[in-house]
């Protein structure tokens, strides 16, 4: 059995996909991949299918970590796929409260 995380902020482009290659490279780092399933989103859908931040690349690369992939918004089904969503501040975190489809959703974040 593995554990779920999702690491959420607004667009997707900076901070989460940001903690999700940190996170990544601690999970690599300790031989945990088969145990632990990550990923990132964002609240906001504008920047949807564009890749991270220039600046977020950046300052990862100087850092050792590849911040890759290409922003998604949270959809209803990352509640059930995940056993946590991380939100990156208080606004991500009130919004994925309100898009969790219910109370026991509404628990993972």
Same mark, same amino acid.
Do not use: Q, Y
């Given at each position: 059995?593995?554990? *779920?995380?999702?690491?959420?902020?607004?667009?997707?482009?900076?901070?989460? $996909?940001?903690? #999700?290659?940190?996170?990544?490279?601690?999970? #690599?780092?300790? /031989?945990? #991949? *088969?145990?632990?399933?990550?990923?990132? @989103?964002?609240?906001? %859908?504008? =920047?949807? /299918?564009?890749? $991270?931040? =220039?600046?977020?690349?950046? %300052?990862? !690369?100087?850092?050792?970590?590849?911040?890759? /992939?290409? @922003?998604? !918004?949270?959809? *209803?089904?990352?509640? &059930? *796929?995940?056993?946590?969503?991380?939100?990156?501040?208080?606004?991500? =975190? @009130?919004?994925? #409260?309100?898009?969790?489809? /219910?109370? &026991? @959703? %509404? &628990?993972?974040?």
């Amino acid at each position: 059995m593995s554990v *779920r995380i999702c690491f959420v902020c607004l667009g997707n482009i900076c901070r989460s $996909p940001t903690a #999700e290659a940190v996170m990544r490279g601690l999970i #690599e780092r300790e /031989g945990l #991949e *088969r145990l632990i399933d990550i990923d990132s @989103a964002g609240t906001g %859908a504008w =920047h949807v /299918g564009e890749p $991270p931040d =220039h600046r977020a690349r950046a %300052a990862a !690369k100087g850092r050792g970590l590849a911040v890759d /992939g290409r @922003a998604r !918004k949270v959809v *209803r089904e990352d509640f &059930e *796929r995940f056993d946590l969503l991380i939100a990156m501040d208080r606004s991500n =975190h @009130a919004d994925l #409260e309100r898009l969790a489809p /219910g109370p &026991e @959703a %509404a &628990e993972r974040v």
